[in-house]
């Protein structure tokens, strides 16, 4: 990713995950679909949500082929930050993109078939991440997990799925500058770059 400065980039990705909470809400307002009837802030969903990204932190570093892609789409500009900004960050993403897709297509799309509302939504939560093939199909896969923490456990509540996302993605930022720092270390000590 080409970015000049934390400003830019922060503006960027701000503009991107920002952008989906307002397609989100507008999806919502045109659907007549409410996610905010499967948003209620309990505890216990709190704490299934900090369980529910141990697997997806396990994911992250046996996949080390989507992990080599975000390292290297997302770690110069990701490294100019600081660590309150990867969790502005993952927040947006965790509540503009849990909204859109498990808040407010899969909700609509259940209206005529479940099965196929888990299957479209995911697929194409898979598409926005579309890099690399690979990329997109773990992320689909993500994403049904994802669906399975909001729907799949006893009531559902979509805040599972918004705070599992969030958490991941601010632990992720972290591990993939510390992996980028590491890299840039290692091309700079062998005489490289």
Known sequence: ??????????NLAGLVEGGTILTALAGAWLTGVSPWD???????????AVLGTLPLLVLFFVAKGPR?????MLGEA??????YDWVMLA???GVGEELLFRGVLQLWLAE?????AFIA???????MHAVTPSYALLTAGVGMYLSWLAYGIGEPNLWRAILAHGLYDAIAF???VREYRRGSDSREGSGGE
């Open 1 to 10: 990713m080409e970015v000049t400065n934390r400003a830019e980039f922060l």
């Open 38 to 48: 499967v948003m209620v802030w309990r505890w216990d969903a709190a704490a299934i």
């Open 68 to 72: 080599t892609v975000a390292t290297e």
């Open 78 to 83: 990701l490294s100019r930050c600081h660590w």
């Open 91 to 93: 927040a947006l993403a």
């Open 112 to 116: 005529w078939n479940p099965a196929f």
């Open 121 to 127: 939504t995911n697929i194409a939560f898979g598409l």
């Open 174 to 176: 972290g591990l993939v």
